[in-house]
């Protein structure tokens, strides 16, 4: 007999839920992710806003102060809009903008400017603020400064001028205004010994003219072309401009200016400043001197040297004595400011003689040199009687002396730089400056 085993249904398994959970911590571990890269997406954002404004701010104070800097005239024209553009009027200011170039911004910035004027030179020092809220809330603010020179805009044309012409060339590559016997060191300076005989020396800037030190010690013995850095050990500063010519004397009735030769007589030059403007007072120094020639192994040469010297002072073993006699002075002027100013008069002081009317007495009589054919002595170049507002160095301002019952002559006026025997290159006229 057979037997049919019984059906048994298998042994139901129980659900645990397992994948669910795994599913659920997957789709969390996203979650996760999106809102954290949508997180890094809005700071970015907020940044790349933040730091656009900032450029924005910036461009904006520049543009300001670019506006107040392009000023056309240094005061306010008669009738002009109050918008003119002026160095008068760069003042305080502040505006609301939401526009840049003409379009339009995503928010509103508030630009401010303050203007402080210098007391001691011809500048303001404007500062330009920017000031803007965030998208976030946040306040923020850039800030640009800047000085702006009170100068004439006209100026600005010398920027189109190439380097060389930028300052004035003169002698061995350096101002025109310093002396041709002034000795360049090399180093950006030159050393002048106003009285050769003397022990004192001026330092000089090769590009401004201006004499920066004085100084004291250096050997007696020395000439301009002798003189090295090494001489210049007793040195203190001295801000100033230099004043030099030469004092001529002539005895003859009329008096002759072309050959005013005759022996000097022993002088003092002077100098009355208008204001005080430096602690220091002018300092002048004069030597009576002669002019000679005499040839070496480089050339011919054409010196002044004092009235005593003998050749071996120049290293010639004979010179040719060209008959000048004079008096040469140079004044060391102090002044102040940006440039440098002084202004005041010049006045011979004699000694052992008198100046007056009389044929006993002497009158002075100073070269003027109409530069720019005015038809007046109207320019500090042209030896006016009174300076006012020098600025620079002044050389061949010449003098001459003739007897006081006579009247200062007509002519034209010997300089230093003509050669000898050559006519006057300039009509000029001799004008009586003392009594």
């Known amino acids: 007999m057979s037997t049919t085993p019984a059906f048994r249904h298998p042994r139901p398994r129980s659900q645990r839920g397992v994948t669910l959970i795994e599913a659920l911590l997957s789709f969390l571990v996203i979650a996760l992710g999106v809102l954290s890269?949508?997180?890094?997406?809005?700071?970015?954002?907020?940044?790349?806003?933040?730091?656009?404004?900032?450029?924005?701010?910036?461009?904006?104070?520049?543009?300001?102060?670019?506006?107040?800097?392009?000023?056309?005239?240094?005061?306010?024209?008669?009738?002009?809009?109050?918008?003119?553009?002026?160095?008068?009027?760069?003042?305080?200011?502040?505006?609301?903008?939401?526009?840049?170039?003409?379009?339009?911004?995503?928010?509103?910035?508030?630009?401010?400017?303050?203007?402080?004027?210098?007391?001691?030179?011809?500048?303001?020092?404007?500062?330009?603020?920017?000031?803007?809220?965030?998208?976030?809330?946040?306040?923020?603010?850039?800030?640009?400064?800047?000085?702006?020179?009170?100068?004439?805009?006209?100026?600005?044309?010398?920027?189109?001028?190439?380097?060389?012409?930028?300052?004035?060339?003169?002698?061995?590559?350096?101002?025109?205004?310093?002396?041709?016997?002034?000795?360049?060191?090399?180093?950006?300076?030159?050393?002048?010994?106003?009285?050769?005989?003397?022990?004192?020396?001026?330092?000089?800037?090769?590009?401004?003219?201006?004499?920066?030190?004085?100084?004291?010690?250096?050997?007696?013995?020395?000439?301009n072309g002798d003189l090295t850095a090494e001489h210049l050990t007793h040195c203190s500063e001295a801000r100033g401009l230099l004043l030099s010519g030469t004092v001529r004397f002539s005895n003859a009735n009329p008096p002759d200016p072309l050959a005013a030769n005759d022996p000097p007589l022993e002088l003092a030059m002077g100098v009355a400043l208008a204001s005080a403007v430096a602690a220091a007072d002018p300092w002048c120094g004069t030597e009576a001197q002669k002019s000679v020639l005499y040839r070496s192994g480089d050339g011919i040469h054409r010196v002044a040297v004092p009235l005593a010297a003998e050749p071996a002072r120049v290293g010639a073993a004979a010179w040719t004595d060209l008959g000048e006699r004079f008096v040469a002075y140079n004044c060391l002027v102090p002044a102040a400011g940006d440039p440098p100013r002084w202004s005041g008069t010049s006045t011979l002081v004699p000694f052992g003689w008198t100046i007056g009317t009389t044929a006993a007495d002497r009158r002075v009589c100073r070269y003027a040199w109409d530069h720019d054919g005015s038809g007046a002595i109207d320019r500090n170049e042209e030896h006016p009687a009174d300076y006012l507002g020098v600025d620079r160095a002044l050389l061949q301002q010449n003098f001459l002396v003739i007897r006081g019952d006579l009247a200062c002559p007509d002519g034209a006026a010997p300089r230093m730089a003509d050669a000898v025997g050559s006519p006057p290159t300039s009509r000029v006229a001799t004008i009586q400056h003392q009594p």
């Open 37 to 223: 890269m949508s997180r890094l997406h809005h700071h970015l954002q907020a940044h790349a806003d933040l730091a656009r404004q900032r450029s924005q701010a910036l461009r904006l104070a520049q543009e300001d102060i670019e506006t107040v800097r392009a000023y056309t005239s240094l005061v306010q024209p008669a009738g002009a809009p109050p918008a003119a553009s002026s160095y008068e009027r760069i003042e305080p200011a502040s505006s609301s903008l939401d526009q840049l170039g003409g379009l339009r911004l995503n928010t509103t910035f508030q630009l401010t400017r303050q203007v402080d004027s210098g007391s001691a030179f011809r500048m303001k020092h404007a500062t330009v603020g920017v000031a803007w809220t965030a998208r976030d809330g946040t306040e923020h603010r850039a800030e640009v400064s800047t000085i702006i020179a009170g100068q004439d805009p006209a100026l600005s044309g010398a920027l189109a001028l190439g380097p060389s012409a930028l300052t004035a060339s003169g002698g061995m590559a350096r101002s025109a205004r310093i002396p041709l016997t002034a000795k360049n060191l090399g180093n950006g300076r030159s050393v002048l010994k106003p009285v050769l005989a003397g022990s004192t020396a001026f330092v000089l800037d090769n590009l401004s003219g201006e004499v920066t030190q004085q100084c004291s010690e250096v050997p007696a013995g020395l000439s």
